[in-house]
């Protein structure tokens, strides 16, 4: 989950330089490269935050370690995960996320159920 949430924010940043770049956003009024903004403008911040779920999800021990040297990272600080969320947002994540995925199957069960206990 940290190496996921910097892989998401180091994409975002990457995203935001460009929408503020006064000479990209100048340039892509022109007919060549209004294609471009307007796939990545439709596509990008859509399709980045599951290609680093996914590796996240299936890569290996070194893969997992040399991203973390790619990107400069120790391991997570000790308080990562110490965070609480709202009643709401925990009923809304129950019926959107967890119901979902039992009804669906998915995943294993076990995992949904450690995904609820854990909420």
């Not at 998401?8 to 460009?18: D, M, P, R, V, Y």
């Amino acid at each position: 989950m940290y190496l996921l949430s910097h892989m998401n924010s180091q994409c975002a940043k990457i995203f935001e330089t460009l929408i503020n770049s006064v000479s990209y956003q100048k340039n892509v009024k022109s007919a060549n490269l209004k294609t471009e903004w307007e796939a990545l403008n439709n596509s990008y911040l859509n399709t980045n935050k599951w290609v680093h779920r996914r590796f996240a999800e299936h890569a290996d021990d070194l893969q997992i370690n040399e991203m973390y040297e790619m990107l400069n990272l120790s391991f997570p600080p000790p308080n990562f995960f110490d965070f609480t969320i709202g009643s709401h947002l925990k009923s809304e994540i129950k019926k959107n996320f967890i119901d979902f995925l039992r009804e669906e199957e998915l995943i294993e069960g076990r995992y949904v159920d450690k995904y609820e206990a854990d909420l």
